[in-house]
Every structure is written in structure tokens, then in C-alpha cells.
């Protein structure tokens, strides 16, 4: 049975409303105060300091909080290593849910060096078959099962009393006799071979487990929730919001090249995004910052904790600062900066607390904080100190801005995402939250970055409302709400996240779609520029619904003439190598053939080659991996489900 239909069934009544949510990698459902927009940002502490925009910071639903997450890893410059080696003598499991977008050879995991007889490789080649690998040779081709491209999979190696079967999706697809002890380092998507490194994976990996049992000895139902640390586990990750083993080892986790941790998960959330649960975080280009008023600033003058949970995206220039009012190093002014050799540091008068380069890493959350107790200053990144050092007298200065993003003119603007950023007076300890914060007493500053407007409720993107792109509630389907769009500067954009990264994939794009006057030419969706090879370009031209990819390749496009005033659900899909084209649940023109790798890229709405887009979008959703219309069929008739 499918994955998918696994899940789908084993929801139930009581699980998920749409059981194929996990595929969601975007859902804008347009509901929410009239002319909301994602630009306005609110300080939750009882001062209620005005914050001000510079450039065009934006916010989102991205956040640190929550359990359904993976690693993106993007083919042959990044992988993941564990700094302790394993022994497995007798039984073992390694499982993992893969989600591989590309019909390139792809390595799921390597223990030890595969030239030996100690070491084992297991991947998934072009051709979507399994193999293992090891002694300098296969032990196992399995040709009876194709892994598909875009679709989480659960994978499971097990050995028991001498036997190695792999399992797929809980069925057992091949046995082979092995025994011989495993032992080395191990590896997520790199295959070690005669001491060389070769990574290769294409795609997302989640919930990586390995024990030193047999977990699985007969056809099973993989898990529908996040794997946990049972007896025996010696690794467990790919399940986080940063880089980390989960199993009682603790062991380091190391990524190499460029990984990514991502929301995207093989499980289905229990609950619609919400604020107080998941949180949100801004997003910051590498050009832009908030500030706070220049008066009436926070000063602690005993104990304090500033802290902020943050995602670091690039290492291009020389330092990236959190946040702080440093300006020429006047008493109490401070700083949270990064060096892009990975060190961090607390900055305050007179202080100098660098960490030991390698601390920080590009593309997980981390979470930082700075507190006094007494005269003693603490510096911790997730939970753990870095630097201590004595500081008398008081921090801050009542008459200097606090920047979060950039320190004081133009220096070193951050690139990527802040969550929580606060300033208490009182010692909060450096333990990592599980929750977002609230105003304890004490509070001074807390940006949440929880007042989008516009709000992914697939928890993967921060939009930028661009022009006056905002939320209308009188002109909407379903909910309370639309997206208006103006048709001259109007339209969304996000940082590349994965959301559009097809692959040669499924996928379904739909969403309403309401002109206000005579239909015109606009584009309903795109990935990256015009530079951006292959690409998503969905748009109404010259009177066709069309896709292209971004090279200028028509791959499919269907004539139509809208109505102005009139709501239409427009949906696009690809199963197998079929391309669709669909206005109110039925298929229009003829199907198309096209086995394009479509390729991730920023998010745009509204805006690209075809124009800006004039009307209203309501429930716009991307599902990645799953064609959910593949014949005529009877629109939604009620908001689409958000979990």
C-alpha cells in the first residue's frame, strides 16, 4: 500500500482533516483582518515600543517550535556526519523517510567505509531501485520496487539473526545473508568509500533511526508520528530544528556543504497553525532591519536575559548581527554578533566574548541567550555556555535604538530568520524553549514576529507583501477573507524553501481566482526569475491557462475566457509524466506529456512574465508530490482544510 494511503488511513476520523497535508508545502487561505498585510511589526512587552521597518523585512510562519521536520540535502555538496562511531555486531535497524526529488543516485546512509567489510552503504539509483553496498561490492539489488521521485517513503534495513531485509513502506521487499560486524562513522547522504567522500542526495531525509535491535521483524505500518529513542537506539535525527542527535549518545552532528533543516515532514500535523503553539519569525534579506524608538529605552540595571532564537541562511560577508544598540562602544551598549567562521559572541562594553569558530552553522535554528546573575554574564547557544565573564554597572541606554537584523549604520545585516528577540530584566536561564515566549514580568522587548497578515498555514514561508498586496474580506469564496492584488505593483514573494521544487514529481497547484473587471494577462505563481531554468511559470495569456518552464518551454496551456466578477477554481496537476489543466473540476484542452525536473526557486505571486496579476486569490495551496486531480471532479465547496 502507498505511503500516502497508509497515513490516510491511519488517521481516521480523529486525525488530520486533509490527509495528505504533509505534502502541502504551501497554503494561503486569505483570511483575516481587512487590508492585513505582513509588513507591521508589534512589540508584545508591556512598553508596546512602536518598531519600525527599514527595507523590507518581512514575517511569517517559519518558526523553531514544533516536532515535524527534515533535512534537505542538495545532491553533491552536503551531508551529514555523526562524531561517534557505532559497532553493530548483531541486530540492527536503519530507517529513515526519504522524499527524493530527482532521478539521480541518491545516498540514503553509509556506516563506516563501504571498501570493508565493516562498512555499508545504502542508496536509491536513478532508476529508483535499492542498493546496498558493501566490501567493496553489492550484496543487494533490488529491482522489484521503484522508489518515486517527490513521495515520502519509509525505508528499513533491518538485520536479524543473520538475515538483512529491507523494507518499504513496512512490506519486505528483499532478503540477503549478512553478518559481518558494522562499525565506523556514520553518515546521512555521503557514501565513504576507501577513505573518499562521496555525498550524493537529492531531496528531503526525516526521522533517521538506528538501534542495535531488530525493530521490525514482520510487515508493519511505519509510524505516523515523529520516531522516539527506543531501547538500543545509537542515532536518531533528521527530526529536529537544528542539527542533533536525539539518542541518549548525544553524538555531534555535523553538517557539511549546505543541508538544510526544513518544516517539510512525512507526518501530518495534529492542529492548524497557530501563534501561540508554533510561533512565527522574521525574515531578513541580508539588506534589512527593524529599530526601536530612540528614547525611553531598556536599561537592566542587575539581573537580565536577552535571547532570540535565530536561522542563519548566509556566510558571504564578514559578520551578522541578531541584535543590539551598539553604536561606537558607549558604557551599557551591547551586541549579539556572528563571524562567518561560525563564531558568536555577546558584545558588551569593555568585553570581548567570541566563541571558537565552527559554533554556528548555515540553515537550522538556534537559540541564544545572554544573562547576569549578579555581576556574571552568561553567553549560550542552545542551552550550552560559550563564554563567561564579570560585568558591573548597567546594560543598555535609554536614548539609543535597539536594531534587530543589522547593528547601528548599515553594519552587517543579517541574512535569514529572527524569532523571539527579547530583552528581560531578570535571569531566565539559558534553557531552550519548546513554546514561544510570552511577556513575563520583567519583559522590556519581545518581537514574536506573529502579526502576518498573510500567514503560510503550511508553516514553511515568510511572505513578503509587496505594493499593496493585503488581505479583503469583501471579496472573498470561503473564510473571511481574499488576497487582493492590484495589477501594477501588487504581489507576494518568499525565499526559496523547497516549496516549489517539483523534481519530476507530482504535484497539484490550485487555488480561486476572481477578475474584478475584464480579464487580463497575469501570472498566478512562479519559482525564482526569469534566470531560474526550469522553474514554475502558472499564468493566464493572451487567453490561455499556461505553464512554462522559467527557459521558456511551454509545457502545457489550455484556452480560456473567464468572466469578470465571477469566482473559478483553477487547478494544474502532474501524475506520472501527465500534465492537466482544470477550471471548476473539469479537465480543459488536452492532456500534455512532460517530464520536466522543475527546480526551486523564490516564491512570487501575482507577478512574473505574464504581468501582474488584477483579482483575488483565496485558498491558494501547492502540494508537492501528489496529483489530486487526475479526472474532472467537483471543486471544494467549502475552505480547504489547514491541517
Not at 539521480?104 to 552503504?121: A, P
Not at 562594553?349 to 541564544?368: A, D, E, I, P
Not at 502532474?574 to 479537465?587: A, M
Request: hydrophobic share 30%; proline share 4%.
Amino acid at each position: 500500500m502507498p505511503v500516502r494511503d497508509l497515513l490516510s488511513a491511519a488517521s481516521g476520523t480523529g486525525g488530520a482533516t486533509d490527509p495528505y497535508f504533509y505534502d502541502v508545502s504551501l497554503l494561503l487561505n486569505g483570511d483575516g483582518t481587512n487590508g492585513a498585510q505582513n509588513n507591521t511589526f508589534l512589540d508584545s512587552s508591556t512598553n508596546n515600543f512602536t518598531i519600525t521597518r527599514n527595507g523590507n523585512t518581512t514575517q511569517g510562519s517559519f518558526s523553531p517550535y514544533g516536532n515535524l521536520w527534515s533535512n534537505y540535502l542538495s545532491g553533491t555538496s552536503s551531508y551529514l556526519t555523526t562524531g561517534t562511531s557505532v559497532s553493530l555486531s548483531g541486530s540492527f535497524t536503519y530507517e529513515v523517510w526519504v522524499n527524493i526529488n530527482t532521478s539521480n543516485l541518491s545516498v540514503i546512509g553509509c556506516i563506516g567505509d563501504e571498501f570493508l567489510s565493516s562498512g555499508m552503504t545504502f542508496f536509491v539509483n536513478s532508476s529508483g531501485n535499492i542498493r546496498i553496498y558493501t566490501n567493496n561490492g553489492y550484496i543487494n539489488n533490488i529491482t522489484g520496487t521503484t522508489i518515486p521521485n517527490n513521495t515520502w517513503t519509509h525505508i528499513a534495513f533491518v538485520r536479524n539473526s543473520g538475515t538483512l531485509t529491507t523494507y518499504v513502506n513496512g512490506v519486505s521487499v528483499n532478503t540477503v545473508s549478512h553478518s559481518a560486524t558494522l562499525s565506523g562513522v556514520v553518515y546521512v547522504g555521503n557514501e565513504r568509500y576507501n577513505g573518499t567522500n562521496s555525498p550524493s542526495y537529492y531531496g528531503y531525509a526525516s526521522n533517521v533511526r538506528l538501534t542495535n535491535t531488530a525493530v521490525y521483524t514482520t510487515t508493519f505500518t511505519p509510524s505516523t508520528t515523529p520516531l522516539t529513542a527506543i531501547s538500543g537506539t545509537q542515532l536518531l535525527t533528521c527530526q529536529s530544528n537544528r542539527f542533533i542527535d536525539n539518542s541518549t549518545n548525544n553524538a555531534t552532528v555535523t553538517p557539511t556543504g549546505t543541508p538544510s533543516v526544513q518544516r517539510f515532514s512525512p507526518f501530518n500535523p495534529t492542529a492548524p497553525y497557530s501563534t501561540s503553539v508554533i510561533g512565527g519569525s522574521g525574515y531578513f534579506d541580508g539588506s534589512s532591519y527593524l529599530t526601536t524608538p530612540s528614547s525611553s529605552q531598556p536599561v537592566a540595571s542587575g539581573d537580565f536575559t536577552i535571547s532570540a532564537w535565530f536561522y542563519l541562511t548566509s556566510f558571504s560577508n564578514s559578520y551578522y548581527v541578531v541584535g543590539g544598540n551598539w553604536t561606537s562602544g558607549n558604557s551599557g551598549e551591547w551586541l549579539i554578533q556572528i563571524q562567518n567562521n561560525g563564531a558568536i559572541r555577546f558584545l558588551t562594553t569593555g568585553s570581548s566574548s567570541f566563541s571558537s569558530s565552527g559554533l554556528v552553522s548555515l540553515n537550522q535554528w538556534y537559540y541564544f541567550s545572554a544573562t547576569r546573575s549578579g555581576t556574571t554574564v552568561t553567553a549560550s547557544l542552545n542551552g550550552t555556555s560559550f563564554a563567561s565573564y564579570s560585568l558591573s554597572g548597567s546594560l543598555g541606554l535609554s536614548s539609543e535604538s535597539i536594531y534587530i537584523g543589522e547593528q547601528a549604520g548599515n553594519n552587517w545585516p543579517f541574512a535569514g530568520y529572527i524569532s523571539d528577540f527579547r530583552f528581560v530584566t531578570s535571569n531566565l536561564g539559558s534553557t531552550v524553549p519548546t513554546s514561544p515566549a510570552t511577556a513575563v514580568s520583567g519583559t522590556q522587548l519581545l518581537t514574536n514576529f506573529t502579526n502576518a497578515g498573510i500567514p503560510d498555514l503550511a508553516m514553511m514561508n515568510d511572505l513578503q507583501t509587496v505594493g499593496n498586496a493585503q488581505v479583503s474580506t469583501s471579496v472573498k469564496k470561503y473564510g473571511t477573507g481574499s488576497i487582493s492584488f492590484d495589477g501594477s505593483t501588487a504581489y507576494l514573494l518568499s525565499p526559496a524553501t523547497g516549496a516549489l521544487g517539483f523534481g519530476t514529481g507530482d504535484f497539484t497547484i490550485e487555488n480561486w481566482i476572481y477578475f474584478p473587471s475584464t480579464p487580463g494577462n497575469g501570472q498566478f505563481l512562479r519559482s525564482g526569475g526569469s534566470g531560474n531554468t526550469n522553474g514554475i511559470a502558472w499564468q493566464f495569456y493572451s487567453g490561455n491557462l499556461q505553464l512554462y518552464s522559467q527557459n521558456n518551454a511551454l509545457e502545457i496551456q489550455a484556452a480560456w475566457s473567464p468572466s469578470a466578477t465571477t469566482w473559478y477554481h483553477v487547478a494544474l496537476t502532474r501524475s506520472g509524466t501527465t500534465l492537466r489543466i482544470f477550471v471548476n473540476g473539469t479537465q480543459i484542452g488536452s492532456n500534455a506529456t512532460s517530464s520536466t525536473s522543475f527546480v526551486d526557486g523564490a516564491i512570487y505571486v501575482a507577478y512574473g512574465g505574464a504581468g501582474y496579476l488584477n483579482g483575488y486569490l483565496d485558498d491558494l495551496r501547492i502540494t508537492k508530490g501528489y496529483a489530486r486531480y487526475t479526472s474532472n471532479f467537483t471543486p471544494p465547496t467549502s475552505a480547504l482544510p489547514t491541517y
